[in-house]
């Protein structure tokens, strides 16, 4: 079965920090860029961050409502991605999807999507 699990979400203050994983299950992701999309009840979804490798030495892009706040690298050798979450606020609430892209060459585009996966909830409130 092939699949993209991700890990690593739940409730957090404001101002407070998460770190949500994505690792593929079933299949070989060496030869497409990765990114993470949310997605708020009632809203657009956001293309967040991508890089553009796995398998180190990828370049990074995000979006601007968390560029400064938000950290995305690989682990090769662990075959993840991390992504690392800071100085959170409301408006980040959301459901957290990780996804393979085609491209990665600016905040991603659900467009460029190959594999989604399930999800998980981030939740800030005080």
Not at 63 to 68: A, F, P, Q, R, Y
Not at 78 to 84: E, G, M, P, T
Not at 104 to 110: E, Q, R, T, Y
Not at 112 to 123: C, E, I, L, R, S
């Given at each position: 079965q092939v699949q993209l699990v991700e890990s690593g979400g739940g409730l957090v203050q404001p101002g407070g920090s998460l770190r949500l994983s994505c690792a593929p299950i079933g299949f070989n992701w060496d030869r497409y860029a990765v990114g993470w999309f949310r997605q708020a009840p009632g809203k657009a979804r956001e293309g967040v961050t991508c890089i553009t490798t796995t398998g180190g030495d990828g370049i990074t892009y995000y979006?601007?409502?968390?560029?400064?706040r938000f950290t995305l690298s690989s682990d090769s050798a662990?075959?993840?991605?991390?992504?690392?979450m800071t100085n959170l606020q409301f408006e980040d609430s959301a459901t957290y999807h990780c996804a393979t892209l085609r491209r990665?060459?600016?905040?991603?585009?659900?467009l460029?999507?190959?594999?989604?996966?399930?999800?998980?909830?981030?939740?800030v409130s005080s």
């Open positions: 979006s601007d409502s968390v560029k400064g662990k075959n993840f991605v991390s992504l690392q990665c060459d600016g905040p991603p585009d659900d460029d999507m190959d594999h989604w996966g399930q999800g998980t909830q981030v939740t």
